[in-house]
């Protein structure tokens, strides 16, 4: 491998001659082999897609020239549109809690890709320079932020689409289940009857409500502290810098991004991502439920409940033969409990990180909130099409169940009492009876006994 040498305020430092960084850039891979995780290519694109509104303000005001904007703007819509030079953003996420080094990253990259474009060797820093062209009018301290709410606010749109389709999913099994009463169930023991379809009315309802928080969420996101660069005062950006730089990004996203009114607040703190973050964790809690549920209902096939016939996907033991496993409930629990896990460190993160005037857990959170949508996409389609669509009611359990459950005695409560309906539920569980033959046996005399203890008639 050959190298060139760049220098800094800091030295001298060899950077090889292939790449697109600099030394700022490679300063960080020497100071943080870490963990070995970068950021995922839907952070890099969408850093690019600010750093072109930003460029695009710069080229309107003047503060630019055109001849070094349009190459720049070639190299980031390289980035964009062509993901190309994504392998060129080797940082590892954990580094300074800024995000400055991956800001600087990009900064080097742009520069030096426009100055291989207008024929300059790389690493010279001329005629374009990663501070003075690509990063005018900016901070990390502003880039990285408004970046978070970018990346978060594409990367839900992506979820949101999964969300419908699981609330479909669900609402097929409620017309499917429609007709089936079974055993409910509280505190693990026999309740009374419940239609399947009421379950499955209670998770559709779950999603829809999440759903609607997340959309909420999304209101928050839209405004960014861009213009404010280091600490929210705009020192260094012209005063219409953040107003045309918001509105370019909205025509470059689609997005209807607004300026933060008080940009020291949207780099100090990261509340919205918290906030994004606590409702994910939300609809997280809201599908374990579901897996939960569906996993309980589906065991057996034996000496389980086995109300639920989940699908066949795999063999679920190495020494078991024939053994089947909710597989797919369990890959939906573990997702849940990550994205729990997760919520808790983008808290913590601004717990610990929201100092004075600069939160320093940037990279940490935003990882953490980026990587709990991406498993929550891939969990749910798996679920939806690995086992809700295949999913079955066992009837004939079902039934076996409703013929000798106990609870049923409670719609006899207002006719003979609670004390009275007790009596008869014990005895028939100890003698091993149906409630009707206790009933009988006990001589009570009561009218319309076959419809009273209908459970279909209960629901």
């Known amino acids: 491998m050959s190298f060139r040498t760049e220098k800094d305020v800091l030295g001298e430092l060899e950077v090889p001659s292939n790449v697109y960084w600099g030394i700022n850039t490679q300063r960080a891979i020497n100071n943080f082999q870490i963990s070995g995780k970068t950021f995922p290519k839907i952070f890099i694109t969408s850093l690019a897609q600010i750093k072109k509104a930003c460029l695009l303000t710069n080229i309107e005001l003047g503060l630019i020239n055109k001849d070094n904007g349009n190459v720049i703007l070639q190299a980031i819509n390289e980035i964009i549109e062509e993901n190309k030079y994504l392998d060129q953003f080797p940082i590892d996420i954990f580094q300074t809690g800024s995000g400055t080094q991956t800001n600087m990253n990009m900064n080097e990259v742009l520069a030096n890709r426009a100055n291989e474009i207008l024929g300059h ?46 609330k479909e999913l669900l609402e097929n099994k409620i017309k499917e289940f ?182 320093v857990c940037k990279p940490l959170m935003i990882i953490n909130l980026l990587e709990s949508i991406e498993i929550l996409i891939g969990g749910i389609n798996s679920f939806i099409d690995h ?37 008869i539920a014990q005895r028939a569980y100890q003698e091993g009876k149906s409630c009707k033959v206790v009933i009988k046996e006990m001589g009570l005399k009561i009218d319309n006994l076959d419809e009273l203890l209908d459970p279909k008639k209960m629901v």
Request: glycine share 6%.
């Open 387 to 423: 086992c809700l669509s295949g999913l079955e009611a066992n009837t004939a359990k079902i039934n076996e169940y409703l013929e000798q459950m106990l609870m049923i005695v409670t719609n006899l409560t207002p006719i003979i009492g609670y004390d009275k309906s007790s009596e």
């Open 121 to 166: 060797p790389m690493g010279k820093k001329h005629p374009v320079h990663p501070n003075d062209h690509v990063n005018k009018s900016q901070s990390s301290n502003d880039v990285i932020p408004s970046t978070m709410h970018l990346s978060a606010l594409q990367m839900i749109q992506k979820l949101f689409p999964v969300l419908e389709k699981l």
């Open 178 to 359: 429609k007709d089936i009463v079974k055993v409910g169930r509280t505190h693990l023991q026999d309740a009374v009857p419940i239609p399947l379809s009421l379950e499955f009315k209670v998770y559709k309802k779950q999603i829809e409500t999440n759903l609607e928080r997340l959309k909420e969420t999304c209101n928050e996101l839209y405004y960014i502290p861009i213009g404010g660069t280091a600490l929210g005062t705009g020192l260094n950006a012209h005063e219409d810098f953040a107003k045309l730089t918001v509105s370019n990004l909205s025509k470059i996203t689609n997005l209807p991004f607004k300026m933060n009114p008080l940009k020291a607040e949207g780099i100090a703190s990261h509340n919205t991502i918290v906030n994004l973050s606590g409702n994910l964790r939300l609809l997280a809690l809201s599908l374990l439920k579901i897996a939960n549920d569906i996993r309980w209902m589906g065991s057996g096939p034996r000496a389980g409940l086995a109300e639920l016939k989940l699908p066949q996907n795999e063999p679920g033991s190495s020494i078991m033969p024939g053994k089947i496993n909710p597989t797919q409930s369990e890959a939906l629990i573990q997702i849940c409990l990550q994205v729990i896990g997760n919520d808790s460190v983008v808290s913590f993160g601004e717990a610990y990180g929201s100092i004075l005037d600069l939160n």
